[in-house]
């Protein structure tokens, strides 16, 4: 599975080699989830149960460090799939964030000063749209979330010296 998302390349013989990250992939994978996230949210608005948005609240609040973030936003992203009752966009969303952790990881690493506080305030602002069933409000703060997310990422990415482009591997 490793091999087929291209995050580990098989060496035969050899094991396996851990591929870096591409400023290219990068840049799929976050303008594929803006695709895809913003349709699941739409869905969950739409389709929900109070109580299934209700239970998003528990993403209101976040303490820990890095590592506890990263585990943090992959929770409050996969409920956010899982929120939508379409089991394929579900998956297919879920499968990306899994994905994205590792530019996560290098965004949380590589950015001064991090503080989740307001990615944070972003999701509870996004939670407070659904509840409200907003979806016109709820579209544009999930967008925006995501784009934020590129803005931050990218650039980390560049400083990181483990970067290739596509096709420079």
Do not use: W
């Not at 013989?13 to 990250?21: A, F, K, L």
């Not at 594929?32 to 209700?54: G, M, Q, W, Y």
């Not at 394929?88 to 965004?107: E, H, K, P, T």
Request: proline content about 3%; charged content about 25%.
């Amino acid at each position: 599975r490793l091999a087929r998302e291209h995050l580990v390349t098989v060496q035969p013989r050899q094991g396996y080699r851990v591929n870096p990250i591409s400023l290219a992939d990068a840049r799929d994978l976050l303008r594929f989830r803006l695709a895809l996230e913003p349709a699941c949210v739409a869905e969950a608005i739409e389709n929900a149960s109070d109580e299934t948005l209700k239970a998003l609240n528990k993403f209101r609040r976040f303490s820990g460090n890095h590592e506890d973030f990263i585990a943090y936003n992959r929770a409050f992203h996969s409920a956010l799939a899982q929120a939508s009752g379409n089991r394929r966009m579900a998956a297919a969303l879920c499968d990306l964030i899994g994905q994205a952790d590792r530019l996560v990881r290098v965004s949380v690493a590589n950015v001064k000063g991090h503080n989740p506080a307001q990615l944070v305030a972003e999701h509870v602002a996004l939670i407070e749209a659904m509840q409200k069933r907003d979806g016109r409000t709820a579209a544009r703060i999930i967008k925006a979330h995501i784009m934020q997310t590129e803005k931050r990422v990218l650039p980390a990415l560049k400083r990181n010296a483990v970067i290739v482009e596509a096709g420079d591997a």
